[in-house]
């Protein structure tokens, strides 16, 4: 399963259909506004539930080496979802920081894999970050492997921001 079969999938058979998606949600977004988003990275699903939760999903899926399929390692994009805790930055038209992000609730490492073995050493990586992991198999099922932890660096006021101004992000929009 590529990265991008894992998106679909995953957008798909997944997310609640209650939930707003975004996908592939832009860095250096500039807006027809007062003020601008920055990622610095491209953040692969962003989900908004009814009750308003933002949870960010950093998506690994199968990469060719060598002529073969060959899964995500453990720790490939552990460092993206750890940015998403401290995402979007916030600027107005002069560059100066409204927000400096914090704005999901949750935030989950996906990865495409073989088989949901989750082995020790994973789990004592996992468990000493706010990070969640979910494992996609081949049979289009998502294994919640490990529960993300609320954002401790999380702010209100950006998530807040973010949540008043969902509309400008509508290209990014999948449903």
């Known amino acids: 399963m590529t990265e991008e079969q894992l998106a679909k999938l995953f957008c798909d058979k997944y997310i609640p259909t209650t939930s707003r998606v975004f996908r592939k949600f ?3 977004l500039n807006l027809d506004r ?3 988003y920055y990622t610095g990275t491209d953040l692969d699903v962003v989900e908004v539930t009814a009750d308003n939760v933002i949870i960010g999903y950093e998506l690994k899926g199968f990469r060719k080496f060598k002529g073969s399929p ?6 490939e994009g552990l460092d993206q979802a750890l940015n998403y805790l401290n995402l979007p930055y916030v600027f107005d038209k002069s560059n100066r920081m409204l927000f ?3 704005v999901p609730d949750y935030v989950y490492l996906v990865h495409a894999r073989q088989s949901s073995e989750f082995q020790d050493y994973e789990e ?4 000493v ?10 049979d289009i099922k998502f294994h919640k492997i490990h529960e993300a932890k609320l954002n401790p660096i999380q702010s209100k006021e ?3 921001h973010f949540l008043n101004n969902l ?4 290209k990014f929009l999948v449903r």
């Open 100 to 102: 400096s992000g914090g």
């Open 26 to 28: 832009s860095h250096n």
């Open 158 to 160: 950006a998530k807040e």
């Open 70 to 75: 060959e899964p995500p390692g453990l720790y």
């Open 124 to 127: 004592r990586v996992f468990s």
């Open 167 to 170: 509309n400008s992000l509508d």
């Open 129 to 138: 970050t706010p990070t969640g992991f979910i494992i996609a198999t081949p």
């Open 34 to 36: 007062e003020w601008n």
